[in-house]
């Protein structure tokens, strides 16, 4: 058989979440809550498989639903994108990413990637035979560095991915990074690929540099977002791309044929929640904040270094005091003999750096099992 992505395995997050079960540890490894969805919600969801809101949705998402991330769009960033021509709702941020990537990357195109990202990024890009162009952020602050990406960028480019908040770091773009990637762009073809997918989530009063602020940008941008993260459902798997027409256009040439739509039910379900509950997304920071707050002061009791946490809702932890071990071995052996599951941050990166000392967890969780997390982490 000749396969297509010869050098992908099992996802980090399914291999990590399944020796969690095997070994009945705590896991802070996948990112997820462990502690209700509003309950609002959940009966928003009933009453619209009750109503009837069971069969396909449009192609593009439902109408109400569109209309409501409009609002949402314009409260939060004063711009409002069109409904109609703008904005599509797909099953998740994972399948907007997929789309987007495949209605522009032609073979042979360049796609430069910021390591360490998000694990689905460049097996899309693989399959779209795309050529994803790695370069690393400050392994220190995870910030760009706007010169060498400066140096990636060649007549193949084709796009530029960015995620702010960041996955695994949390570390975020400032106004400045935003000025340096609009002086970047400005006169070429680059498309971008803006993943927000924990815009809400962001700590100490800091602003969510949204590329849709910023209308040179948003110009040339696919910017996605997930339900997932922001009304802790990350099962229902329900995102969202604004894009320009033209740009909205071809990435709906790809959704029409990969889901077509998105579960009908939680569409009308998020659209009562946004209406209804606006100010949720102004207050998800303040809700996490506490528990990062928390679980950091617990963190500094052990012998796993926290690193700072401006957003999202991951924590990275140095553990070179505890084990020289690589970071796979190190989440294997932290699993294994400790009951606490990690992710380590290798599957991020296309080549790893050499003796990086990092692990993710994830502090998504009640505090019960934070505290039984750090229970187990004090014993290192
Ligand atoms: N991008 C990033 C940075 C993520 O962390 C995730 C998921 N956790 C996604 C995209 C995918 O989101 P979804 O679950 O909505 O597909
Ligand atoms: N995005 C989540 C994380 O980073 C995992 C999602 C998944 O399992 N694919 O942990």
Not at 10 to 31: R, Y
Not at 55 to 75: F, H, N, S, W
Not at 120 to 146: K, M, N, R, S
Not at 157 to 176: E, I
Request: some cysteine.
């Amino acid at each position: 058989l000749r396969t297509k992505l010869p050098r992908v395995g099992t996802t980090i997050f399914a291999v990590m979440s399944q020796l969690a079960a095997e070994h009945g540890a705590v896991n802070l490894g996948q990112g997820f809550p462990d502690f209700d969805v509003p309950s609002r919600l959940v009966d928003a969801l009933a009453r619209a498989m009750r109503d009837g809101h069971n069969q396909y949705a449009p192609m593009t998402g439902l109408p109400v639903l569109r209309e409501a991330i409009a609002d949402k769009t314009a409260r939060c960033y004063g711009y409002r994108p069109d409904p109609a021509a703008e904005i599509t709702v797909t099953s998740g941020a994972s399948e907007a990413i997929f789309d987007a990537i495949h209605a522009v990357v032609r073979p042979g195109d360049e796609v430069i990637v910021l390591d360490p990202c998000y694990d689905c990024y460049e097996p899309a890009i693989d399959l779209a035979g795309g050529v994803a162009v790695h370069v690393p952020l400050d392994p220190q602050t995870f910030a760009p560095d706007w010169e060498l990406i400066r140096r990636a960028v060649s007549p193949k480019t084709r796009m530029l991915m960015t995620n702010t908040p960041h996955n695994p770091s949390g570390a975020m773009f400032d106004a400045g990074d935003i000025q340096q990637l609009a002086d970047l762009l400005r006169g070429t073809d680059i498309v971008l690929l803006s993943d927000e997918v924990y815009e809400h989530i962001v700590y100490d009063g800091r602003r969510h540099e949204s590329v849709l602020r910023y209308p040179e940008l948003r110009e040339r941008a696919f910017v996605i977002s997930s339900f997932g993260k922001t009304y802790h459902c990350t099962g229902w798997k329900v995102g969202y791309c604004v894009a320009p027409p033209s740009l909205s256009a071809e990435f709906r040439k790809v959704h029409q044929y990969n889901t077509f739509c998105t579960f009908t039910p939680a569409q009308a379900a998020f659209a009562e929640m946004i209406a209804d509950e606006p100010e949720h997304y102004e207050t998800l920071g303040a809700f996490y904040q506490p528990k990062r707050d928390r679980f950091r002061e617990q963190l500094l009791t052990t012998r796993l270094k926290p690193l700072p946490v401006p957003g999202g809702y991951f924590q990275l932890v140095d553990y070179s005091e505890v084990s020289d071990l690589d970071d796979a071995a190190f989440c294997r052996w932290l699993t294994v003999e400790h009951g606490v599951v990690a992710i380590p941050l290798s599957p991020f990166y296309g080549s790893p750096p050499v003796g990086q000392r990092l692990a993710r967890l994830c502090f998504a969780k009640n505090e019960a099992t934070l505290d039984a997390a750090i229970e187990r982490l004090g014993r290192l």
